[in-house]
């Protein structure tokens, strides 16, 4: 028996309604020109492979990612079309979950529920367009099979498939060649413009790859052009660190997933009524224990206390997701892209600009006058080039010797002469004290030493000393 081919299967490239996480079932949208880079990027990976059938769903943005990805012939195939979400076309889980009073998703709770439309009138529509009751689970999952009942000849003569469709189709089409539940669909991350391989195993349907991103993208497109700047992205051979990118993106959606359910509806109560303002002084608190443990060398107990950071920004990014993008409400995914972007405009040195140039620095040095030039020129874009201080930035509420480190420290890289001499004789008076410990931190400063930490460290000293002493006066 000839050995059998494999299944393809591709996402297609971002819309304006994916990025925003809004069920797009019927509504025709295009690619936005991230989705467009996405899907010339799929296409390179591909390129090279051909394959005996090429399957599109007749929706403008699978089609258009077929095209863009070298598969322009690629034949329509209506069953592969997404799933008709009904009453909650255009709604975002969050707010099907807000309505509803508690938590939901489409493939565990179904599209037929008590909610408004999210669809919007005068957006195109494929076919029928959307109908008021949507698809059952089961629709779709019949729907899948019936390709697979078209696919699985030519895989089963050796043949290769390639297929372009939707997120939700395509996740229960993966759950019915597994022969599982298509509810499992909801566990299974399926990114823009991502593909997965389905084959055989021992002869049995197996899943052999899945979720395989393209190439990492700058998603800060320029307003004139709306070109997408593609990012210098290692193999994973490549990398010092490899990266388990499957459980990486399962974890984070994980967490995520975990955070959007306290906040909803029939959640947790203490969760729900938190704001930006009430949750700041756990950050605080949380980043300081994130330092300590750093310094203490448990790297256990600095792995809890990072998640618990993170749990911050999950929390505020969640708060901010309530909010309508027009009253600068965001998401996580908006806050991980701007600081994706920030770095990357940050290290010049490390990667290519849009013309694929790398700045040529030699040491750290330059590397902070190349910082301070990049953070000066993003001043002048937002307009504050002029009436900005090298001081913005550092919080007032940072511990009195690291403030005053970090006022000294950027005084002293913009040549600005302040603060006392290092060297001045100590005096008896409380501002005379108050000037002698800044000279401290300015000696510090100056020989390159930390003097918050090098004092935590004599305070931990103490505290030892005086537990030390406490244990002996119990003893005796």
Same mark, same amino acid.
């Given at each position: 028996?000839?050995?059998?081919? *494999?299944?393809?299967?591709?996402?297609?490239?971002?819309?304006?309604? #994916?990025?925003?996480?809004?069920?797009?079932?019927?509504?025709?949208?295009?690619?936005?020109?991230?989705?467009?880079?996405?899907?010339?990027?799929?296409?390179?990976?591909?390129?090279?492979?051909?394959?005996?059938?090429?399957?599109? /769903?007749?929706?403008?943005?699978?089609?258009?990612?077929?095209?863009?990805?070298?598969?322009?012939?690629?034949?329509?195939?209506?069953?592969?079309?997404?799933?008709?979400?009904?009453?909650?076309?255009?709604?975002?889980?969050?707010?099907?979950?807000?309505?509803?009073?508690?938590?939901?998703?489409?493939?565990?709770?179904?599209?037929?529920?008590?909610?408004? #439309?999210?669809?919007?009138?005068?957006?195109?529509?494929?076919?029928?367009?959307?109908?008021?009751? $949507?698809?059952?689970?089961? =629709? +779709?999952?019949?729907?899948?099979?019936?390709?697979?009942?078209?696919?699985?000849?030519?895989?089963?003569?050796?043949?290769? +498939?390639?297929? %372009?469709?939707?997120?939700?189709?395509?996740?229960?089409?993966?759950?019915?060649?597994?022969?599982?539940?298509?509810?499992?669909?909801?566990?299974?991350?399926?990114?823009?413009? #991502?593909?997965?391989?389905?084959?055989?195993?021992?002869?049995?349907?197996?899943?052999?790859?899945?979720?395989?991103?393209?190439?990492?993208?700058?998603?800060?497109?320029?307003? =004139?052009?709306?070109?997408?700047?593609?990012?210098?992205?290692?193999?994973?051979?490549?990398?010092?660190?490899?990266?388990?990118?499957?459980?990486?993106?399962?974890?984070?959606? =994980?967490?995520?997933?975990?955070?959007?359910?306290?906040?909803?509806?029939? $959640?947790?109560?203490?969760?729900?009524?938190?704001?930006?303002?009430?949750?700041?002084?756990?950050?605080?608190?949380?980043?300081?224990?994130?330092?300590?443990?750093?310094? /203490?060398?448990?790297? $256990?107990?600095?792995?809890?206390?990072?998640?618990?950071?993170?749990?911050?920004?999950?929390?505020?990014?969640? *708060?901010?997701?309530?909010?309508?993008?027009?009253?600068?409400? %965001?998401?996580?995914?908006?806050?991980?892209?701007?600081?994706?972007?920030?770095?990357?405009?940050?290290?010049?040195?490390?990667?290519?600009?849009?013309?694929? +140039?790398?700045?040529?620095?030699?040491?750290?040095?330059?590397?902070?006058?190349?910082?301070?030039?990049?953070?000066?020129?993003?001043?002048?874009?937002?307009?504050?080039?002029?009436?900005?201080? +090298?001081?913005?930035?550092?919080?007032? /509420?940072?511990?009195?010797?690291?403030?005053?480190?970090?006022?000294?420290?950027?005084?002293?890289?913009? =040549?600005?002469?302040? $603060?006392?001499?290092?060297?001045?004789?100590?005096?008896?008076?409380?501002?005379?004290?108050?000037?002698?410990?800044?000279?401290?931190?300015?000696?510090?400063?100056?020989?390159?030493?930390?003097?918050?930490?090098?004092?935590?460290?004599?305070?931990?000293?103490?505290?030892?000393?005086?537990?030390?002493?406490? #244990?002996?006066?119990?003893?005796?």
């Amino acid at each position: 028996m000839s050995e059998s081919g *494999v299944l393809v299967v591709v996402r297609h490239g971002e819309t304006e309604w #994916s990025r925003l996480g809004r069920h797009t079932g019927l509504t025709d949208l295009p690619l936005t020109p991230l989705g467009e880079e996405q899907a010339r990027l799929t296409g390179r990976a591909l390129a090279g492979r051909s394959f005996d059938l090429v399957l599109t /769903s007749p929706l403008r943005r699978a089609l258009d990612t077929a095209a863009l990805a070298g598969h322009p012939d690629a034949a329509v195939e209506t069953d592969l079309v997404e799933w008709d979400y009904g009453p909650v076309e255009g709604l975002t889980r969050a707010e099907v979950s807000r309505e509803l009073g508690h938590p939901w998703t489409a493939v565990e709770g179904g599209v037929r529920v008590p909610v408004r #439309s999210g669809t919007q009138p005068g957006l195109p529509q494929w076919g029928p367009g959307v109908s008021d009751e $949507g698809e059952l689970v089961g =629709d +779709v999952a019949a729907r899948a099979a019936r390709v697979i009942g078209r696919v699985t000849p030519v895989l089963r003569s050796g043949g290769d +498939v390639l297929l %372009f469709a939707h997120g939700h189709l395509l996740r229960i089409f993966a759950c019915v060649w597994l022969g599982i539940a298509p509810e499992v669909a909801e566990r299974l991350a399926f990114g823009t413009a #991502s593909r997965s391989v389905l084959g055989f195993e021992r002869d049995r349907e197996a899943l052999l790859q899945w979720n395989i991103a393209p190439e990492t993208l700058d998603p800060a497109a320029t307003p =004139d052009t709306g070109r997408v700047a593609v990012t210098d992205r290692r193999s994973p051979a490549d990398r010092r660190l490899p990266v388990d990118e499957a459980r990486l993106t399962a974890a984070l959606l =994980d967490v995520v997933g975990l955070m959007d359910t306290l906040r909803s509806p029939g $959640g947790c109560p203490w969760d729900a009524e938190q704001t930006h303002a009430s949750l700041a002084p756990y950050a605080i608190e949380e980043a300081h224990e994130v330092a300590e443990a750093a310094e /203490s060398g448990d790297l $256990g107990a600095l792995r809890e206390e990072l998640g618990d950071l993170l749990l911050q920004v999950l929390f505020h990014a969640r *708060v901010a997701a309530e909010r309508p993008e027009a009253e600068g409400g %965001f998401a996580l995914t908006q806050v991980a892209e701007g600081l994706a972007a920030k770095l990357r405009r940050r290290h010049p040195h490390v990667f290519p600009d849009a013309s694929g +140039v790398v700045t040529e620095i030699d040491d750290a040095d330059g590397v902070n006058r190349q910082w301070d030039r990049i953070k000066e020129t993003e001043k002048a874009t937002r307009g504050t080039a002029g009436t900005a201080s +090298v001081l913005d930035g550092i919080p007032e /509420s940072l511990p009195a010797l690291m403030r005053a480190q970090k006022v000294l420290c950027r005084a002293r890289r913009a =040549d600005i002469a302040v $603060g006392p001499d290092p060297d001045a004789p100590p005096t008896d008076d409380e501002a005379d004290l108050g000037a002698d410990l800044l000279a401290l931190v300015a000696r510090a400063d100056a020989l390159g030493i930390d003097a918050e930490a090098a004092l935590r460290r004599q305070v931990r000293s103490l505290v030892a000393q005086v537990r030390a002493a406490e #244990s002996d006066a119990f003893t005796d």
